[in-house]
């Protein structure tokens, strides 16, 4: 989750006016893996970006449920 700070002009940093920290605790919980992101052919031959999360411990073996959503915006 992102960080938002407020910012001198200098550069220096006034204070966090957002740290998502309660947020990060909550998601370090479940053992989230990073995102894999990739490109694949839909049938008219236009290249679609992608990515997906795996289960922690996946193994290639096995079968799994997927959730897919499709984002339709320009």
Do not use: H
Not at 38 to 45: E, V
């Amino acid at each position: 989750p992102p960080v938002y700070t407020l910012k001198a002009r200098s550069g220096r940093m006034v204070r966090a006016l957002k740290d998502n920290a309660i947020l990060n605790a909550t998601l370090a919980k479940y053992n989230l893996q990073p995102k894999e992101f990739f490109t694949f052919k839909n049938d008219a031959g236009d290249d679609l970006n992608a990515w997906m999360i795996k289960p922690p411990d996946f193994d290639s073996s096995l079968s799994y449920p997927v959730y897919v959503a499709i984002y339709g915006g320009p």
